[in-house]
């Protein structure tokens, strides 16, 4: 199961949902406009370090399933449908669709960069989803956009449900002797379709269940009011500050050609101090914000100005 | 003075769309602002409809033909929307998962008051109060999804109740809970019924928890109100009604008693109290049943055990074993937990089914469901694993068939280790079946369901159709065997999926949870089928919560906590041993009786002190 936000006491949780959304933003915006695969580990690095000042590094870690998952497709599926880069590797015999297979090294490096920068993008999605509270993202919303929020609000918290739904329509069935898993793909596919009209009754039970809750509590009265309203302080300039210096580090490095690395057709980098500079600027950054947090946790000055 | 009516109903009838019988036929009634209202009834009476037509989501929910009127506050519900009326009439559901519409306690609560457009001041003011006053302030930080079925149901009363509405209508809101979050569940309705003076109407099946709450009991049958009136007048009328749901206690004193007849487990004692010591002073000749104890009176009652036994048919060979393993737990019980495994681990059981050796489970989130528990069970037993939420009874019955694997210690079926069996490979020798009935129901019609298990677990295809018809028979179900199992009514539904379960007669049979949800005459047919199963010689294993289902069909009681069996032996010895988890019977006749644990030991007890 990949685990959920919980609430914890961290300056991360206690910025405003919009600073925290900017700060995640910048880190996909630097990871997808760069191609270098250092400046992606220093973004997946920093982003390791924002996640363990909000507490949630080891759930944090544990989307590498995913990552992995993401990251050996993206590898293998590269090389062999690339035909540039001029390190061939392996010639391999002609097959259908991809005609002759040709593996060069530049083509295989160029598929680790991408899995890396996917890893990258995952894992800042991974700390949003562990670091902001879902209810208070839904709060950003207003007008036709908080229904639609709304409804993605609940549409998520639904998936779980129906996962564990599912799980023990499976278990039932197997309680009977149904055996759900023998013979080739296709049997267990259509051993498992008669489960699915059950499975939907069931999520449409849930959701009838729901709207008669939502009506009873008066949903779609007119105008709503809202609960929590965040107002942005002290930290939250600071998080901005830290998220524009990042995105600002990686449009500059990219513009200037210092971040520049190059695949094709051979592999090339350009090194110096500057490219060093900017590469270790999301991780001193990052460093900061850790810093920062537990000065806020200790302080209750920049607590009451947060 | 005349008193002002918050509610009237008057001559309500209403049809579900698509569906020719009525629902609700010609309900009337009123209600006065403080009452306490409980609505009874079997499945299918018409409890959720009159409920839902309070708040006005029937009919603008559901469509459908409505006759008669309904007004709460002065405001006819039929041309209110749901939402205007949702400040006056406040309603909590059955399922907590389905009313929850965020994930934090505190934005739960805000939720409705966001829609009536409140400012936020008075927005943060309720919100505290209701927190405050039914103790939710220490969920704060927690996330909905982390909250046990107990304290979501608290935040969806507290969500409602921010609302101010002066009635609340709670529709078998405990259904989901174990024995004590209800409890706790509905003493805060009551509190908040005394204290506001709010109207409560409350639809239950488990009366003997609000029963003595209530002003007014309303007796709903086929969608019409038979009987309006004070519990005592219902226990009177329930005399030539015995479908009627009543506790267990006041059950018990209804036969004989002219006069008034016990609510609660207090009062019951008090009866059971003055009838003894009428018979200990009053009485020259005290009955050979009465007894001295060491500070009191006391009537030893013959346990229905060995009559039960004998009476069921079974071989004398799996009684003796039956007895037999009864007469060993009654020693297991008082035994510590490692003379218990020394025994158990001798294999002493020579016909034993299922066998446990120090199995722990643990699940991924690092809980510790199952903690070294060492078990037997003998073919030909009828057993009740019982313990509150969390205890570990469910994760150690799915251990019987396969669906969960031990992290650690061995199950074994008929002395071979199931490490490696298929789910499906084990359903042959043990059925089960879950908490949700639905779960079990995929076929489009009730023989094509039986079918599907037969043809799954291999019977031979000539024995089938004999196979489908004796199970149809059994259960009652023949009249439905050509109908969709999703049109039927829940106590319908129920035995379908245990006829699924049953038709291929597993020797071991595991229903988890067979009594939630489902009404007093459902479950006493469900005890009878149950019973007569056993007799056949086969296994039973039930994990439940209703003791007093337990009590009546069970021989031995596992008593589970923290993952672990604190008791296990014969059903007098554990649960006369418990404070809480025992029968409303032996609550009444403790220190008075001994042994009492089931209605007909209770009535024999009786019996002997008048």
């Not at chain 2, 009237?8 to 209403?14: A, K, P």
């Not at chain 2, 033909?65 to 559901?93: H, K, Q, Y």
Request: aromatic share 6%; charged share 20%; with cysteine.
């Amino acid at each position: 199961m990949i685990p959920a936000f919980r609430k914890k006491k961290c300056m991360l949780q206690a910025l405003h949902p919009a600073t925290v959304l900017t700060l995640a933003l910048s880190l996909v915006l630097v990871s997808l406009i760069t191609d270098n695969p250092l400046f992606q580990v220093a973004v997946i690095a920093a982003t390791a370090m924002l996640a363990a000042s909000a507490g949630v590094f080891r759930e944090w870690l544990s989307w590498w399933k995913i990552c992995a998952v993401v990251g050996v497709m993206t590898l293998i599926i590269n090389p062999l449908v690339s035909r540039y880069g001029s390190t061939v590797i392996w010639r391999g015999p002609s097959v259908p669709v991809l005609g002759h297979l040709i593996i060069t090294a530049e083509a295989v490096a160029y598929g680790a960069g991408m899995a890396l920068r996917l890893a990258a993008v995952i894992w800042v999605f991974a700390l949003v989803t562990l670091a902001v509270d879902p209810d208070s993202v839904l709060g950003l919303m207003r007008g036709r956009g908080s229904s639609s929020a709304l409804l993605s609000a609940l549409t998520l918290r639904m998936v779980p449900t129906t996962v564990r739904d599912a799980s023990e329509l499976l278990d039932a069935q197997r309680s009977r002797g149904i055996a759900l898993d023998k013979g080739s793909k296709w049997a267990v596919l259509k051993s498992r379709l008669p489960l699915v009209k059950r499975s939907m009754s069931t999520s449409l039970d849930r959701a009838i269940g729901l709207a008669e809750a939502m009506e009873s509590r008066g949903y779609g009265s007119g105008r709503r009011s809202r609960y929590e309203e965040r107002r942005f302080g002290l930290l939250d300039a600071a998080a901005f500050a830290v998220a524009a210096v990042i995105a600002a580090v990686g449009i500059a490095g990219v513009a200037a050609g210092v971040l520049s690395f190059k695949y094709y057709p051979v592999l090339s980098m350009r090194y110096g101090a500057p490219a060093v500079l900017l590469m270790l600027a999301p991780l001193v950054l990052a460093m900061g914000m850790m810093v920062l947090s537990e000065v806020w946790k200790r302080s209750n000055w920049l607590r009451l100005r947060a | 003075m005349e008193e002002i009516e918050l509610v009237e109903i008057e001559g309500l009838s209403y049809t579900y769309p698509g569906r020719r019988e009525p629902a609700l036929r010609d309900v009337s009634m009123s209600l006065t602002p403080g009452e306490f209202v409980l609505l009874v009834g079997a499945s299918g009476s018409g409890k959720s409809t009159l409920c839902r037509a309070l708040n006005g989501l029937v009919p603008h929910f559901y469509g459908g033909r409505i006759g008669g009127s309904v007004r709460v506050a002065g405001v006819d519900t039929a041309t209110t929307e749901v939402r205007d009326l949702a400040r006056t009439v406040g309603m909590v559901f059955q399922d907590p998962e389905n009313q929850m519409v965020t994930d934090s306690p505190v934005s739960e609560i805000a939720f409705g008051l966001e829609n009536i457009g409140l400012e936020r001041l008075q927005m943060r003011k309720r919100v505290e109060e209701v927190m405050a006053s039914l103790r939710l302030s220490q969920l704060r930080d927690k996330r909905i999804s982390e909250l046990s079925g107990g304290q979501k149901q608290k935040v969806a009363l507290a969500s409602v109740l921010a609302m101010h509405p002066s009635v609340l209508v709670l529709d078998e809101p405990t259904s989901q809970l174990d024995p004590i979050s209800a409890e706790d569940f509905l003493s805060q309705v009551k509190s908040l019924n005394d204290e506001l003076g709010l109207v409560v109407v409350l639809a239950e099946h488990r009366v003997e928890r609000c029963f003595h709450f209530a002003d007014r009991v309303v007796v709903l049958d086929g969608g019409r109100a038979v009987f309006a009136g004070s519990p005592e007048e219902m226990a009177r009328w329930s005399r030539g009604h015995d479908w009627a749901p009543l506790p267990p206690v006041t059950r018990l004193f209804l036969a004989g008693s002219e006069n008034g007849v016990p609510l609660t487990v207090k009062q019951g004692r008090a009866r059971v109290a003055a009838l003894a010591a009428r018979k200990g002073t009053g009485d020259a000749g005290v009955p050979p049943a009465l007894h001295g104890r060491s500070a009191s009176r006391s009537i030893s009652v013959a346990p229905d055990r060995p009559d039960d036994l004998a009476s069921r048919g079974s071989c004398p060979r799996e009684a003796e074993a039956r007895l037999g393993a009864s007469r060993r737990n009654d020693v297991v019980g008082t035994m510590d937990q490692r003379q218990k495994r020394k025994m158990q681990n001798k294999g002493s059981c020579p016909i034993c089914c299922i066998e446990t050796r120090d199995l722990w489970h643990v699940y991924d989130d690092g809980t510790e469901a199952l903690r070294g528990v060492d078990l037997s069970i003998a073919q030909g037993e009828f057993v009740a694993v019982i313990g509150e939420n969390g205890s570990g009874k469910t994760t150690l019955v799915r251990h019987f068939n396969g669906l969960l694997r031990p992290s650690k210690g061995k199950v074994l079926v008929r002395g071979a280790d199931i490490k490696d069996a298929e789910v499906a490979s084990l359903a042959a020798g043990c059925g089960m079946l879950g908490q949700n009935p639905n779960n079990q129901l995929v076929a489009d019609t009730v023989v094509s369901e039986l079918a599907a298990t037969l043809a799954a677990v291999g019977a031979p295809a000539a024995e089938r159709e004999r196979m489908i018809e004796e199970t149809l028979e059994l259960l009652q179900i023949a009249p439905f065997r050509d109908s969709d199992p999703q049109d039927l009514s829940c106590g319908e539904r129920e035995r379908v999926a245990l006829a699924s379960v049953l038709v291929h007669k597993p020797p071991v049979l595991v229903l988890d949870e067979p009594t939630r949800g489902i009404d007093h005459a459902t479950k006493d047919r469900l005890a009878a089928y149950l019973r007569e199963y056993n007799a056949l010689g086969n296994t039973v294993i039930l994990v439940t919560h209703d003791l007093e289902f337990a009590a009546e069909c069970c021989q031995r009681v596992l008593l589970m906590g923290s993952g672990r069996i604190l008791a296990d032996g014969d059903k007098h010895a554990v649960l006369t041993d418990s404070l809480f988890f025992t029968t409303q019977y032996n609550k009444c006749f403790r220190g008075v009786a001994d042994g009492v644990v089931t209605r007909s030991e209770a009535s024999s007890a009786l019996e002997a002190m008048s």
